[in-house]
């Protein structure tokens, strides 16, 4: 059984994992925000969604993977990032790899800019950024469901390639 666990802030990677969900059998899902006291030992695979914030990943995906590891568990761990600046994605990953065993699977599953679940700073800087991409006549980032499906298809058929 496969659990996903996203750890993000305005909904994008929630939306990822949903998707992912959908694509995968035999899979739970949970936000990894808030969740306590989850017992993830019927689990043979976990898959982590990861957002990417400030050019860091999720301060509350370092400190449940860290957990995870003390705990010594076996349990297979895989990861999808989700961040707006395609430029990094190999940063990114690069970075998640740093927190995963060596036989962990990641990938880059795009990201958006959405300033509808922003508050406060992050949605005057995301609307920015928004009318900085309009202004430029600039696509607006997506995530890539593409590479979603690819991954789903991996994980299903159990050929993660070891990286």
Do not use: W
């Not at 509350?60 to 297979?76: D, G």
């Not at 989700?82 to 036989?103: C, E, F, P, Q, W």
Request: aromatic share 10%.
């Amino acid at each position: 059984m496969k659990a996903i666990i996203y750890f993000g802030h305005l909904g994008s990677t929630r939306k990822a994992g949903e998707y992912l969900k959908n694509l995968l059998k035999d899979t739970d899902i949970f936000d990894g925000n808030s969740i306590k006291k989850v017992d993830f030992s019927p689990y043979d695979t976990l898959i982590l969604g990861i957002n990417v914030r400030m050019g860091k990943l999720n301060k509350k995906f370092i400190k449940f993977i860290k957990k995870l590891q003390k705990r010594n568990s076996s349990i297979e761990t895989h990861a999808y990032i989700v961040a707006a600046d395609k430029n990094l994605k190999s940063t990114y990953i690069h970075m998640a790899r740093g927190y995963l065993s060596t036989n962990s699977y990641v990938i880059y599953a795009g990201g958006e800019l959405d300033s509808s679940n922003a508050k406060g700073l992050s949605k005057a800087v995301i609307e920015h950024c928004i009318a900085q991409f309009k202004a430029e006549d600039l696509e607006l980032p997506t995530l890539d469901f593409n590479s979603l499906d690819a991954f789903a298809i991996e994980l299903e058929e159990k050929k993660i390639p070891i990286c």
